[in-house]
């Protein structure tokens, strides 16, 4: 969680333990959908299994899917001042071509 940040600063200690213990949660929450975990679950799996798992969830169905409704959004959005919407337009083209690239973030410069 190092390389995380909120509102452009670094998580604190408690901030990226936090976000950790969270996507342990989610990915134990999806480890089997539709399935409950035995109390022992945790002696026989790893917390970073149990964490690549959320994370997995996160930039899946979170990421790229909020990303994905971004650029459509973007692509009906419309403003009168030529260079408000050719920032638009170059946005929705960057966030585009790095959401197909699986790493929509890359695009966030773009937002400044």
Avoid at 32 to 58: K, N, Y
Avoid at 84 to 94: K, V
């Amino acid at each position: 969680m190092a390389g995380c940040s909120v509102q452009a600063r670094p998580f604190t200690a408690q901030e990226a333990s936090d976000a950790a213990l969270a996507v342990c949660n989610l990915g134990l929450e999806n480890w089997i959908p539709e399935t409950t975990l035995p109390d022992d679950f945790l002696v026989g799996h790893d917390l970073i299994s149990v964490f690549q798992v959320g994370w997995t969830v996160l930039h899946d169905e979170v990421v790229n899917d909020v990303a994905e409704q971004l650029i459509g959004i973007l692509a009906h959005l419309r403003c009168e001042d030529h260079d408000i919407q050719t920032g638009l337009d170059t946005l929705r083209i960057e966030m585009a071509r790095h959401w197909r690239a699986g790493e929509p973030w890359r695009a966030r410069e773009r937002w400044t």
